[in-house]
């Protein structure tokens, strides 16, 4: 997992998270407000829930995000995490303390440098298939 993770304010811009994450290298930020996770914010959030419905780069990233935050614990069996990532149809999840408390971000590249069994593949082929909460069909 990534652990140097940055969080973005719900009241910051549109316009912010992403030159964050232009500065990250990443397509996703942890949205964060008085220690607590309040949502997650991604480049697809930004192209299709603010740019495609005509929002401005002002717009404030609690508009956009999505608040339910999926997560997994530090101390979760990888296995059990690559099944969920393909249940739930997403390639990167918080990795939370017990206590709730941020400490990194899992996505499946992690896996799949980390695991050479080719266990990620299996994930992959889930998240990747039609449908879901995710989908644009």
């Known amino acids: 997992m990534t652990r140097d993770v940055r969080v973005a304010n719900p009241n910051h811009s549109i316009r912010e998270a992403a030159t964050m994450m232009a500065d990250l290298d990443a397509g996703i930020i942890p949205v964060g407000e ?4 309040v949502g997650m914010i ?3 959030d930004i192209a299709v829930r603010a740019v495609a419905q005509g929002k ?6 609690c508009d956009v995000m999505s608040a339910e935050v999926k997560y997994c614990f530090e101390d979760d069996d990888i296995d ?3 099944m969920n990532l393909g249940d739930i149809q997403v390639r990167r999840l918080p990795v939370l303390h017990r206590d709730k408390r941020l400490i ?3 996505s499946l590249g992690d896996i799949a440098v980390s695991i ?3 266990s990620a593949g299996a994930a ?3 998240i990747s298939r039609p449908g879901g909460a995710h989908s644009q069909s």
Do not use: N, S, W, Y
């Not at 008085?34 to 996770?37: M, Q, T, V, Y």
């Not at 401005?56 to 990233?61: A, Q």
């Open 34 to 37: 008085h220690d607590r996770l």
């Open 42 to 44: 991604t480049d697809r």
């Open 56 to 61: 401005g780069p002002e717009t404030r990233i």
């Open 80 to 82: 059990d995490v690559m």
């Open 104 to 106: 990194g971000i899992l």
């Open 116 to 118: 050479e069994d080719g």
């Open 124 to 126: 992959l082929a889930e």
